[in-house]
T-cell receptor, first 114, second 111 residues
């Protein structure tokens, strides 16, 4: 079954404690992306990756890092989380990132930073 | 700058009434537009895209380049249509560009 999986699904942490949210897809997609969803602001892109070892900033990259060492995985790293990073995070992937490709979204990770 | 505007945060309609979720965009090139839907406690999923000109779950959306709009319509709303709807713009071109999302409209269909 084609999937985009994220872990953990829920996380409560404290300010400054490094954390990683994993994202994995089994569809051999080249393009992967991270979004955050906040009330009244909708979905905003954090980082995206065209392919292995190729990453680029989205609209709101501050405070986040990503890596793409393997095609299937695209972890989101918060080196020093702050309360304004409390949000719902979605990972997405598509075949090539072109406009004709459907993006497949993961189930979301709800992060609370105290 | 490229922008997607969904002017309504919340839209409440009665079951059986027509629905129109508004979306306007600003982009000087040739856009590709999408509607995504998120039902309660489910993941975000693609509803429809303008290039396929299809009707999904009774919803349609027509790209109006003159008015730079891509409104989502359904003639008779159902309770199961209650969800969060996002309009998204993918900039044209051969390279990758990210999707630009609107802020979303919550549709509430009242029985």
């Amino acid at each position: 079954e084609a999937q985009v999986t994220q872990n953990p699904r829920y996380l409560i942490t404290v300010t400054g404690k490094k954390l990683t949210v994993t994202c994995s897809q089994n569809m051999n997609h080249e393009y992967m992306s991270w979004y955050r969803q906040d009330p009244g602001l909708g979905l905003r892109q954090i980082y995206y990756s065209m392919n292995v070892e190729v990453t680029d900033k989205g609209d709101v990259p501050e405070g986040y890092k990503v890596s793409r060492k393997e095609k299937r995985n695209f972890p989101l790293i918060l080196e020093s989380p702050s309360p304004n990073q409390t949000s719902l995070y979605f990972c997405a992937s598509s075949l090539t990132g072109r406009d004709t490709d459907t993006q497949y979204f993961g189930p979301g990770t709800r992060l609370t930073v105290l | 700058a490229q922008r997607v505007t969904q002017p309504e945060k919340l839209l409440s309609v009665f079951k059986g009434a027509p629905v129109e979720l508004k979306c306007n965009y600003s982009y000087s090139g040739s856009p590709e537009l999408f509607w995504y839907v998120q039902y309660s406690r489910q993941r975000l999923q693609l509803l429809l895209r303008h290039i396929s000109r299809e009707s999904i779950k009774g919803f349609t959306a027509d790209l109006n380049k003159g008015e730079t709009s891509f409104h989502l319509k359904k003639p008779f709303a159902q309770e199961e249509d209650s969800a969060m709807y996002y309009c998204a713009l993918h900039l044209g071109g051969s390279g990758n560009t990210p999707l630009v999302f609107g802020k979303g409209t919550r549709l509430s269909v009242i029985a």
